[in-house]
């Protein structure tokens, strides 16, 4: 138990950073006896633009939370300290109080760096894309007071999930300076603003970017936004992926249906890219042709179309590999978002393929499920 001195003295440290509004930190450990209460922590926070101090309770098997006014928090450090527990620290902007509980003192010392205090309730997710990004309002993310539409919150969460997973890849893949992006199925533009931005202002790299879109009225609110945003290397063409011929460093094709994924790959794949980035859509090719043997036959309804997802993606994967990419598969957004959450990413191998091993197993799984042709392989050998 600390001497009623003390704690008078503790009080009177912590009134002082309530009066100077320094305080960042309350801890209340030690427990005298044995109980269920293990320790207590304050912090000051904001509620309804009111100073209040949220404490938290750790129990051994919970954590209950409570927020005070200045004088209630005042009666509960009293009352702990005086019957609960043998220690306690402050910690303020500045400095730190700490009661040593073989010397019987409350000392304090001065905190080698300056601690900078937040007084918001909840804690705020840093993500990669910053809400103050010019182009999130250009494409209504972001409203007028800078806070993120409630309808696009998914959209924004889904950008930042995008950059997240492709950050150590383009690390990985030795891009930098000057390079050409394409982004094959751009949509409303959304991801090819994103990564053109994260690419050009956090990066510093200087990519040359081009969205390819069969809609005209996509592609000219695209081209207005990329203008009035002063993105000089950022355009948006009107044209079919098949009649794109020009040649990229990064191939992206984000949720293009059925074939259209496969005729993007190989595009990235004739261009020798270092990056392909693919998020598929629809497996209807593959569907169709489904024969497989023994226990699997037949295969009906939701589990003939979640098969030939599977396999499907698995030989893109297998096909991206022969031609010398390493491939990496992982979940694009939560399925609460987008139920076609899956994200390809291939990078462009140094070391060579073994082609056989490969190729043989290509052919095991076509034959394992009477597959007769794969859009991507059609297009690739044709190429050769």
């Known amino acids: ?25 309350i801890t209340i450990s030690g427990p005298i006896e044995s109980n269920d209460l293990k320790r207590i922590a304050c912090r000051p ?8 101090y949220q404490i938290v309770y750790s129990y051994q098997t919970k954590d ?4 005070y006014s200045s004088q209630e928090l005042h009666t509960v450090v009293r009352d702990h300290l005086s019957h609960n ?8 902007i500045n400095d730190t109080g700490q009661y040593e509980p ?8 001065k905190n080698k760096k300056k601690i900078e205090s937040s007084l918001e309730h909840d804690k705020v997710k840093r993500f ?11 494409l209504g993310i972001v409203t007028s007071n800078q806070k993120v539409s409630k309808s696009k919150l998914s959209k924004y969460k889904q950008i930042n999930r995008f950059i997240e997973a492709l950050a150590p890849e383009i690390q990985a893949a030795g891009l930098q300076g000057q390079y050409k992006l394409v982004d094959m199925g751009s949509g409303k533009g959304y991801l090819t603003f994103a990564l053109h931005d994260y690419l050009l202002h956090s990066l510093g790299h200087q990519p040359r970017t081009v969205g390819i879109e069969l809609r005209p009225d996509l592609v ?19 044209t079919d992926i098949a009649d794109y011929t020009e040649k ?3 191939l992206m094709s984000l949720h293009a249906c059925d074939t259209a994924t496969d005729d993007s790959i190989a595009k990235g794949i004739r261009s020798n890219a270092r990056l392909i980035i693919c998020s598929p859509c629809c497996h209807k090719e593959i569907r169709s042709q489904l024969k497989p043997k023994d226990a699997l036959d037949p295969i009906h309804g939701i589990l003939r179309e979640r098969l030939s997802e599977l396999i499907t993606d698995q030989l893109r994967s297998l096909l991206m590999e022969l031609h010398g990419y390493k491939v990496k598969m992982m979940e694009f957004i939560s399925t609460e978002h987008t139920p076609k959450n899956l994200l390809i990413i291939a990078t462009r191998r140094t070391k060579k393929t073994d082609t056989k091993l490969i190729q043989d197993k290509i052919q095991e799984l076509k034959d394992l499920y009477g597959i007769q042709k794969q859009q991507l392989e059609t297009l690739l050998s044709l190429a050769k």
């Open 45 to 52: 926070v904001v509620i309804k633009q009111q100073l209040r």
């Open 220 to 238: 000219d609110f695209c081209n207005r936004s990329a203008t009035a945003l002063g993105y000089k290397h950022l355009a948006f063409k009107t």
């Open 64 to 67: 209950i939370t409570k927020n």
């Open 1 to 25: 138990m600390i001497d009623p001195k003390e704690i008078d003295l503790i009080l009177g440290f912590i009134q002082q950073s309530i009066i100077n509004t320094d305080l960042k930190k």
């Open 85 to 92: 527990f043998k220690n306690i620290s402050v910690i303020r």
């Open 128 to 138: 990669i894309i910053p809400q103050d990004r010019p182009f999130l309002s250009s």
């Open 248 to 250: 990229m460093d990064i």
């Open 102 to 109: 073989k010397k019987k003192k409350f000392l304090t010392s």
